[in-house]
């Protein structure tokens, strides 16, 4: 009799046991939890420029002129009032309450490369509220690094306590308008040539990121318009001085070339070069389940001087202006999956020469207001959505100021482990240089479809409304942009890329419609 039931019990064990194998889920099976990876955030920075007649491409959006103030750099994926692009947290780690601990770090070396911040990518042009400044973040507790599995994930290059992810692209393609004009259409082939470098430390407490990326574009056939330059870098620290208090600094630079089909530069002979620099430093505390943060910022924003269609010079010194801003946002964790914030903020933009060449008085002072949500629903749609209001006053007395509702966020859903969709909304006040206009209210929504045929290749479908409204005037353009993209990896560190993307903008003055149609093909290293 003992020997039966002990065989009983063996094979009760057994039984339970392989049940309870039966019913795990499998890496393959479609249900998962959507991280800042599944998000992809950081993918496109559609902004002004697809108003101006810019490719909205991932990677490929260019900077408006002066930069972008407000915004992070340090991760393209940040709007208005929310912590966007940061992971969300675990339910481990905040469980039951024990807000005061610092999150693991990932679990091997490839989520940690994928989930770090993307490639900066241009936003909007004096936006006061362009990024939130995020909420507190947790240190990391780092792990030993085990192997990447993916055998196309790139693996970085250990220097040291850091890691370097560079990435070099080169491409080729046709432009059926690359002047972006109404009438007189005259295409050209391009060739188009960019780099990336990030390089992100790997420390237990702090945290020291630079990212910068550089870009030109050449028409054979329309040399008239330049290289179209591009650039922008970023160093950003994290001191955390106390598990519940941090101090955040960013050094900021850019420069960009004004975009063909501008309003802004109509009468300018070729391209515009605008620079800026700046500044940002805060501090963050948390206070259990509520966290401030509290952030100033200064940018300083010049253009270079031009050449007009008749061949005179056109001096910009009077579009050189100091922008600075103060915010303070609040969030509140009800629970890991439901992070309610708001956030409030001001500034003044005051130009290098206090009157233009008409006697109006240059500059603004604005102000903006938002509240919202970063959630996740469900295991399969996650989330931030804010929704507030904005308004830049001119400092000319009697002039149209510029305000209205503000709209930012950005929900990923996966219905299946290899397709992800997404949509995002952005909002911006935007200086502007025209003189029958006060400033720009632009809006931006865009909706992506991503599928992965394979584990080394995926196609993304994108496309993007834009609505630019010119203040104190009749002035107002409609685009919208219409995308395929696909890249092919042969191995970890080379990619095939290819897209077609078509243009179609709308002006309320006529004569500046036009349709544009662009195919590229490239080349990427990476490492």
């Known amino acids: 009799m003992p020997r039966r039931a002990i065989l009983r019990a063996v094979l009760l064990a057994a039984a339970v046991s392989a049940a309870g194998s039966a019913r795990a889920q499998s890496a393959d099976e479609p249900l998962r939890r959507l991280d800042e990876r599944t998000l992809g955030l950081s993918s496109s920075g559609a902004g002004r420029g697809a108003a101006a007649g810019v490719t909205t491409t991932a990677g490929q959006g260019a900077p408006l002129a002066g930069g972008d103030y407000g915004a992070d750099p340090s991760n393209a994926a940040q709007l208005a009032g929310g912590d966007y692009g940061q992971p969300t947290p675990d339910p481990g780690d905040l469980a039951g309450g024990d807000y005061g601990e610092p999150r693991r770090a990932p679990e091997d070396e490839e989520e940690r490369l994928q989930g770090a911040p993307g490639p900066i990518a241009p936003s909007y042009l004096a936006d006061p509220l362009a990024a939130g ?98 650039l922008a870098s970023a160093l950003s620290g994290r001191l955390d001085v106390t598990d519940r208090t941090q101090i955040n600094a960013q050094l900021r630079a850019s420069l960009s070339a004004s975009q063909p089909g501008d309003p802004e530069t109509s009468g ?208 107002r353009q409609d685009s919208f942009t219409a995308s395929l993209e696909g890249e092919y990896k042969i191995n970890r560190d080379v990619a095939l890329t290819g897209s077609f993307e078509r243009v179609w903008l709308n002006s309320s003055e006529r004569g500046n419609d036009y349709v544009a149609s662009i195919i590229e093909f490239g080349l990427k290293f990476r490492r």
């Open 268 to 475: 300018v002979e070729g391209e515009e070069i605008s620079r800026s620099v700046g500044a940002t430093l805060g501090v963050a505390h948390r206070f259990n389940r509520l966290s401030l943060r509290l952030d100033g910022l200064a940018d300083r924003y010049t253009v270079g001087d031009s050449k007009a269609t008749d061949g005179s010079k056109i001096d910009n010194s009077d579009r050189a202006y100091n922008a600075y801003q103060a915010r303070l946002r609040a969030s509140y964790e009800l629970s890991p999956k439901l992070q309610p914030f708001v956030e409030a903020s001001v500034d003044t933009r005051d130009y290098d020469k206090k009157f233009d060449d008409a006697g109006d008085r240059l500059g603004s002072n604005g102000y903006a207001i938002r509240g919202g949500a970063q959630f996740e629903a469900t295991r399969l749609v996650t989330g931030e959505i804010g929704l507030g209001y904005g308004r830049q006053t001119p400092k000319q007395s009697g002039a149209t100021p510029v305000d209205g509702l503000l709209i930012d966020g950005n929900i990923a859903w996966a219905p299946t482990a290899l397709t992800t969709v997404r949509a995002a909304a952005r909002t911006s006040l935007q200086e502007t240089n025209l003189t029958t206009s006060t400033g720009i209210l632009d809006r931006v929504f865009e909706v992506s479809l991503e599928h992965q045929f394979r584990r080394n290749f995926a196609v993304t479908a994108r496309g993007v409304f834009e609505r630019a409204d010119y203040k104190g005037s009749s002035l």
């Open 133 to 230: 400044p995020g909420g507190f973040r947790r240190p990391l507790l780092r792990r030993p690094s085990a192997p990447v599995d993916d055998a196309y994930a790139p693996t970085g290059i250990r220097a040291g306590s850091f890691v370097l992810r560079p990435t070099l692209e080169t491409a080729a393609g046709y432009d059926d308008n690359p002047r972006r004009v109404h009438d007189d259409v005259k295409g050209s082939s391009f060739f188009r040539l960019r780099g990336e470098l990030d390089a992100q430390s790997d420390w237990s407490r702090h945290e020291l990121d630079f990212q910068s990326s550089a870009q030109i574009r050449r028409y054979p056939d329309a040399k008239s318009l330049g290289y179209q330059p591009e």
